[in-house]
């Protein structure tokens, strides 16, 4: 053993590398707070480990996925891999977040960090279409209705919203395009990125070395006309002076990627990963519900529906995007404690304040509780589009069609109505009657479905 090794190590000369990396001195306070960056790495490579054996067995094809997950289900151990991997996804996105907000609040992203913190904020972002994309694969009700929504929202978008609508559908409805699309994005775009960004990210971590955490008073004083550089250099060097080797530091890492792969086992053992009905396109009063980590954006764009709003809306988020990326050049105070940087320090509350409670209001909001019309067969798939708007618009609150809904309006069809596409759209965006409310936010393709839908319950008309 020991002679192979011996071989080995005369041909790639490793040895005197890996005692460099291992004993190359660190800040003394480098400990609990800076797992997180570890555990992060940690819960990536349990993704790949156990995404990498869920694809032996996935299919990804509208008429087989559904199967394959549910086969995945009886294999031996199938069903925690599975577990492991939805539960490792949601740990994933919370202990990212946290790492990126230790980073911040320690203001590690200043001189000379910038670039990592970049890098980090994009890792952040691929992990979230990770978990965005991920979601459609099972392909049961909960997958389709979810991914619906999300795609709807980003079709919201001004401008381009059509054109991402229909770059990640690869149509105008969800179908096999949409699932291979989603397929190959998340097994082989996104691990490109995340492999890449990760490699160039830990490669900055080795060469700066770690980050020490801010000193009110820092050990070295920078000096008269000293640049930044060399101020740095100096405080730095004095921070490893007073330091610990590397490898003395990886024992709290081990100890909390232990209990991150207990906690994970624990989810899978015990709750499992869920598999809901195989999706339905017709089931429209299915209600969606995105998992924890999107409720935030799910409601915050509940608040904004008109077109203006889209168009705030998006504006702001893309506005937020950027700030978090360029972060370290928007922030010019050379202070990195805490208590000298209470505008960062307050808008960072603002934030993690802001996204908890959308979250909370998200999770805990009733969806609607309207009456909810069900699709019937040989619906054209408009029709169902409209459908689906005619509960999701509250029309249900009023009309009744087929029994279901409210009275303070008519049931429609009105048997005696006079009915065709021209006046139907007018009696909806300027109602003749005061107690109907003006529904003039919709677009004119909603509005086509909205009328297809209402068109189609005369008598006499298809299904
Ligand atoms: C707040 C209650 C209310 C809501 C919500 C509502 N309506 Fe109405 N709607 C009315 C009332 C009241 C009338 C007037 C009845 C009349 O005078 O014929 C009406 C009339 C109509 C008519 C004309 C019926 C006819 O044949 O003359 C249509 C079509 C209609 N609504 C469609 C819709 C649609 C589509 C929605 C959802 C986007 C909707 N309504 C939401 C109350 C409502």
Excluded at 168 to 178: D, H, I, S
Excluded at 299 to 320: D, K, M, N, P, R
Aim: with cysteine; net charge negative.
């Amino acid at each position: 053993m020991r002679a192979i090794g011996r071989w080995i190590d005369e041909r790639l000369q490793l040895s005197a590398l890996v005692t460099a990396f291992l004993d190359r001195p660190v800040p003394r306070q480098v400990g609990w707070f800076h797992t997180l960056g570890s555990a992060t790495l940690f819960l990536i490579v349990l993704q790949v480990v156990t995404g990498i054996a869920l694809s032996l067995a996935y299919v990804p094809s509208p008429d087989h996925a559904y199967e394959s997950i549910a086969f995945i289900d009886t294999m031996p151990l199938g069903a925690v891999v599975r577990g492991v991997h939805q539960w490792g996804a949601s740990l994933l996105v919370l202990v990212v977040g946290l790492h990126a907000l230790r980073v911040f609040a320690w203001a590690a992203y200043k001189y000379p960090r910038e670039l990592n913190w970049v890098i980090g904020a994009f890792l952040f972002l691929v992990v979230l279409a990770f978990a965005f994309t991920g979601y459609l694969l099972p392909w049961d009700q909960k997958a389709y209705w979810a991914t619906v929504v999300g795609t709807n929202i980003a079709g919201q978008a001004p401008l381009i919203g059509g054109a991402v609508l229909e770059l990640l559908r690869g149509g105008q409805q969800l179908g096999a395009v949409t699932l291979a699309r989603f397929y190959g994005i998340h097994v082989w775009v996104l691990p490109a990125a995340l492999i890449v960004l990760v490699a160039v990210h830990l490669f900055a971590v080795v060469r700066q070395g770690i980050a020490a955490p801010p000193r009110l008073v820092p050990l070295a004083q920078p000096m008269l006309g000293e640049s930044r550089r060399a101020a740095y250099e100096r405080e730095y060097a004095a921070e490893k002076h007073v330091g610990k080797p590397f490898y003395e530091a990886l024992l709290p890492d081990a100890i909390v990627a232990l209990i991150l792969l207990a906690i994970v086992l624990a989810a899978a053992v015990i709750i499992g990963a869920p598999l809901e009905e195989r999706a339905d396109p017709n089931a429209v009063g299915y209600v969606p519900r995105p998992d924890w980590y999107f409720l935030d954006l799910f409601q915050l764009l509940w608040y904004f529906t008109g077109e203006l709003e889209s168009l705030l809306i998006f504006g702001f988020l893309t506005v937020a995007a950027l700030v978090f990326v360029l972060v370290p050049f928007l922030d010019r105070n050379p202070a990195r404690h805490p208590r000298n940087r209470p505008f960062a320090l307050n808008l960072m509350g603002a934030t993690v304040v802001a996204v908890l409670g959308l979250t909370y209001v998200g999770a805990t909001a009733a969806p609607s509780g309207l009456p909810v019309v069900p699709a019937v067969a040989g619906m054209s798939a408009d029709e169902l589009a409209g459908l689906e708007l005619f509960n999701a618009q509250g029309c249900t609150a009023c009309h009744s069609v087929r029994g279901v809904g409210g009275s303070a309006g008519p049931a429609l069809p009105e048997p005696d109505a006079k009915w065709e596409a021209e006046r139907v759209r007018r009696l909806i965006v300027s109602p003749e009657d005061e107690e109907m409310p003006a529904f003039d936010q919709l677009s004119p393709e909603e509005l086509d479905r909205l009328v297809a839908f209402l068109l189609s319950l005369k008598p006499g008309s298809a299904p």
